[in-house]
């Protein structure tokens, strides 16, 4: 039988609870298995309740379940909150020092780390270590991952967490997975990260909201290995047009942030789209409008990314569902904007943004720079001449013997500003629909659309970004198809007419109000027969799906 | 040795209402250009970056590498082609709506961070493009499209919010004495940072200063030119209302780090993709 076991760590704010979930995860890796993690934590720094959930499974999993089969409370509002959500067979873990009365197995967490004249920060080092014998991990195997997570010299965590491993007796055995050994932990925000990086990035601008910010702080971590200038700006606006100016110079630029913060570029997305200057714009959304709900799940910036600024242009919009995909889109889009010179718009939300997901070895030995069309040097250089496919060569400042002149008004094949010539206008608005058309031929390669499930039901389930890994497992429980498109704009139409055409049925899933995929869908002559809709802010489980899917096929 | 004439002009019609001051911003500016593309400057490394408005019109005019990019943001681009590019010697043209309405947060950052642009603001102490309402530089009681009954607010002086922004470089030009805003705009050039040149342009359709520029202005080197306290006392002469006399000149100029290869320096040549990925497995 599949394995599939769920364990939440949770405790105050500031109690360390995220970290201790992502070593649990490590260990869980280092035996084989597949992990997910959901973070949920509020917008406070102290005070409020934080916890992590790892699912681990045998099989790729994007999604989280209801049940649980460990709890490891840091403290008592953490057993107040999830013991409901216990298995019967569930175990509880808690600090026995700070809930002595509480059912379950106490660890002595904060008496070792007392004793071994420790912080009391450390008392999640100690549950850890407790945690991990109750479970049945070898010290050896234990030891390994928490080394290089504390680092070598720091003995003191190492000896509080063997002293509580030694604390207690095993209770079940968690075996090594026979699964493929995925290679990488990652979270959406630095898969789009490496993404970018391997596809040539070489300027990344942004000012901070959660929960694009993990991009940010992922920058200027490792400006120095990944070689990526990384820019803080003093607003979004300023981040979108210093972006812009960098691609002019001809640098490849990508920039980020949420919802209210990306709707701040919306016009310096039409300069890019008018200049035809390249940059990839990413937007990790929360549950709108405004401000919303900053640290929770939303699906609701869909139709705002397909046309994200007046006048007439297309960019490309991709919704990447896990860390894989969002690596493998975040490469697709830097190297698609600059191919046909537009913005570009990586759509994650939340849950892929902040998530921890299993990636392969391979998926970045598949993304890499590919070059633009450059201008050969030869004849007069001019920046929007007129072409068959719509895209002129482009040049840099610097080149010799080039003028490059850009602008965001209507401008002739050099760059110069007309308002009187109608037939440079129309020539010119025609150039970039022709570059238009060259994108949709994109739109139906193979990858723009994945098809999971039962290939033979007539019941089609359809979502997209995150919430697509969960339910993409709820409609394969329940012996349905699933279908997620990834490419938005240009919508995938000819590939998703194909894999709807012996459907009978069409249940749309999404994280919103309005079923915004089902308004895309609609404008391309597609029809949902029923929406499963949430907008609690928070992410669908997979009981939840398959119940409200089941429920769904019934009226 | 003959020297190849170097050709700035474009063949874009020049719109600009006759006697306007910003012929004479766009005469000294190809004259100083001039100089330094005879000094050694390759020509392909000049660029300007243009905001929206009768003074950005400026980049269509000129020979030479340019964005026009949207309003207020004319800093902003700037910056950004800098960093794209360190190598590039970059102008950032914009009026004052552009400058102190729209994109006032550009300009005190810039400066705050000093990135190594040169930014050179036409005022002519209103919107003009879009047919002359009042910005943050009109005078009070000024009556504009916007302000029939006149400006009922104080003007800000640019000049000492540039020098609390702790800009590198200050200085003060009027388009009528072309030779010193050539010599300025060189000057702003060559310094290395942030340099901001303020141009008091009259618009001879919505508000003709010529002869108010004409009765004030006078050219006041500073003596000291790192001390903010004697820049600010130029600046203060003239409080950008009524009457005083108006200086020009470099009011400030000091050295301090350059953003750009603060930025750079962090940044190694070599890259090592494979150590960050390992930090996931
Ligand atoms: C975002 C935006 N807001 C408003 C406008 C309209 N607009 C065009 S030019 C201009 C003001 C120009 O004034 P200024 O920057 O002082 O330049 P001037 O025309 O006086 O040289 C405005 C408000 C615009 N183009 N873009
Ligand atoms: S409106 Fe004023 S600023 Fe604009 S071109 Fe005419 S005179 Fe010059």
Redesign the interface.
Known sequence: MKKDYSIIVGGAAGQGSRKAGLIIAKIFKKLGYFVYIYDDYQSLIKGGHNFSQIRISDEFIAGRREKIDVLVAFDKKTIDLHEKDLNTKGILIFNKNKNPEEKGIGIDADSIVKHLQGKPIMANTAMIGGFLKIIGINWSIAKNVLEKEFGEKDNLNMEIAKQAYDSVNTLTKIEKSKAKNP????TGN?AAA?GA??AGL??Y?AYPMTPASGILHYFAE????????T?Q???E??VA???????????R?MVASSSGGFALMS??IC?SAI?ETPVLFVNSQRMGPATGVPTYSGQSDLLFCINPGPGDFENFVAAPSNSEESAIWTGNLLNWSWKYQTPSILLLDKELSEGTFS?SKNI?KGIRKEKELLWNKKGEYKRYSITESGISPLS??????????????EHDE????VEENEAIITAMQEKRIRKFEEMKKIADSEDAIKIYGNKKSKIAVISWGFTAGAVREASENLGLKFVQPILMSPFPVKQMIKALQDVEEIILVENNTTGQLGVLMAMNGIYADKKVLKYTSRPFTIEELEDRITKAMKV | METKKINLDTNCPNTWCPGCGDFGILMAFKQAVTSMIESGTPKENIVITGDIGCSSKIADYLGLNSFIGLHGRSISLAEGIKMGNPDLKVFAFLGDGGCLDEGISHLIHAAKRNTDITVIMHNNRLFALTTGQFTAVTPKGLKTRSTPSGSIEEPLNPLELLIASNASFIARAYSSRIEDVKNLVLEGAEHKGFSFIEILQPCVSFYNTIEFYNERVYYSQNPNLESKESALKLAREWNYNGEGRIPLGVMYKTDRPVFESETLSLVPRKEDFEKCLKTHS
């Open positions: 290679e990488y932990l990652m630095e490496l990086t391997k070489d300027i601008y490792h400006e120095k290995d990944l070689g990526v200038v820019i700006p003093e607003n606006i300023a047009n210093e972006a812009i100016g960098s691609a002019y110079a001809g640098k630029t016009e310096a300069l200049s990636v970045f840099f400042p610097g080149t010799k013997d080039a003028l490059i002149k850009t602008s965001s008004y050099s760059g110069l500003t």
